[in-house]
């Protein structure tokens, strides 16, 4: 699979600038990387189950492959009986630290697929398999790389650490934790699927929460002395999704800030008791979404939310801010990002994707990615510089999909940035 990346770039860089008169900057030898470990890696993690809160077997085996390599790995626990993986491939000392950060837990497997999700396969470009996108494809390339540069003998002062946290669909409460304890680094790449030809920059914030609304149970047989929460809830959804959030508008994101009621659930008490439908129903939840610019505070959007439920005749209900966790939504609030473009990571990394595909990368954000939250917010908020890059694929589809040429590509730009970074 391995391409004649060389003698390509070469030529690529002849044409590109040569042909302008523009002086040629000497080619490195790239860093070599085994492209079937890549692929054997992210079939064996895509063979491991690992939803969230449940990414236990995933890390038992990333533990045992870095004891394995001397990365000197750690298990982390987030939650009781609860685990991530760290692991070191330490420098000589007095150089730079470089953090690769992606997430073990995957999505829930999406309706109509055809292919059996636990038996990953390859046909042309496309890798098939379950989390492969989201994000085990990054997670295996972030691992290769790191490993090409062990290999590969070159001088590193400074520390490399493999982050694979678990929790980031929860809002990142693995990275939160990895920060807690203390591990801070000069520099991070967190390796979501937004495309190797994307050094993704920028993105939203993100808030979740739970609006509980109230009302009173009674018998069938005396309806008229109830009152549906259901139907009180479903009138708080529609204002809900009616209303105009206040804050700074972002001309890179033109579709923030943006709400979405994503759930609803109601019956009979607080639990919910959902048989006997012969009973007004007296308790219903809503679950809601809210992606946010720089300038907005979960203060302020919270303020928003309940300004709209006030107005509502006759409504009663609390908002559950931060949701417990057994709602099983987020339970971190991710902050914007917005990194500078002239950032020292930012150019290490675009150097690197041009050095290994001869293309200069989009620096920046991406729409709609930059919709989406991260890590990012974890790490920018206690001052690592950070950025996103990592291979993408049909995310939407119900057989979902990674390119397998992209996978390859961020494997050997994570092991030049290890180089640029950390050398």
């Keep these: 699979m391995s391409p004649a990346y060389l003698p390509a770039l070469t030529a690529a860089r002849a044409s590109a600038q040569g042909a302008a008169g523009l002086p040629l900057p000497p080619v490195r030898t790239p860093v070599p990387v085994n492209d079937s470990e890549v692929i054997e890696l992210t079939k064996a993690l895509a063979r491991i189950p690992s939803f969230t809160t449940e990414e236990q077997k995933v890390a038992a085996f990333l533990h045992a492959l870095f004891t394995r390599e001397g990365l000197d790995p750690e ?3 987030v939650d009781p009986g609860r685990v991530q993986v760290i692991a070191r491939l330490k420098g000589e ?17 999406p309706s109509g ?4 999700p636990w038996q990953p396969s390859i046909e042309g470009d496309r890798f098939y398999g379950a989390g492969i996108g989201n994000m085990k494809g990054g997670l295996a390339s972030m691992i290769v790389g790191t490993l090409a540069a062990k290999r590969a003998g070159f001088r590193r002062r400074g520390d490399v650490v493999l982050a694979c946290v678990v929790g980031e669909l929860q809002g990142g409460v693995g990275t939160v934790r990895l920060l807690k304890s203390g591990l801070r680094t000069d520099a991070a790449i967190v ?22 609304v109230l009302g009173r149970t009674a018998h069938i047989s005396r309806k008229e002395e109830g009152d549906n929460a259901i139907l009180r809830a479903g009138d708080a959804a529609v204002a809900l999704e009616a209303m105009t959030l206040s804050g700074p508008r972002d001309a890179d994101l033109p579709g923030l800030p943006r709400l979405n009621v994503g759930s609803i659930i109601g019956g009979r008490g607080r639990d919910v008791e959902l048989r006997g439908p012969n009973w007004v129903p007296d308790f219903a939840t809503l679950y809601v979404d809210v992606r946010f610019t720089q300038g907005m505070t979960p203060d302020t959007i919270l303020a928003d939310v ?18 417990d966790p057994k709602r099983r939504i987020l339970r971190e609030v991710m902050m914007p990002v917005s990194m500078p473009a002239d950032s020292p990571i930012v150019r290490e990394v675009a150097a690197s994707v041009q050095e290994v595909s001869g293309k200069a990368p989009h620096v920046g954000v991406v729409l709609p990615n930059g919709y989406s ?11 690592i510089p950070c950025l996103l890059y990592g291979p993408s694929g049909d995310m939407d589809g119900a057989d979902r999909w990674t ?21």
Excluded at 373 to 383: C, K, R
């Design 75 to 77: 298990l982390m626990e």
């Design 93 to 109: 000392g007095g150089g730079r630290s470089l953090m690769l950060n992606g997430h073990m837990d995957i999505d829930p497997l």
């Design 113 to 116: 697929m055809t292919r059996d």
């Design 191 to 212: 390796t979501e699927p937004h495309g190797a030809a994307n050094v993704f920059t920028k993105h939203a914030g993100v808030l979740e929460f739970a609006v509980h």
């Design 306 to 323: 309940r300004r709209v439920l006030d107005a509502r005749p006759g409504l009663r209900y609390e908002v559950e801010f931060p949701p």
């Design 373 to 383: 939250g991260n890590d990012t917010s974890h790490l920018a908020a206690v001052g």
């Design 403 to 423: 390119s397998v040429s992209q996978m390859l590509t961020c494997t050997r730009v994570y092991a030049d940035v290890i180089r640029r970074v950390c050398g």
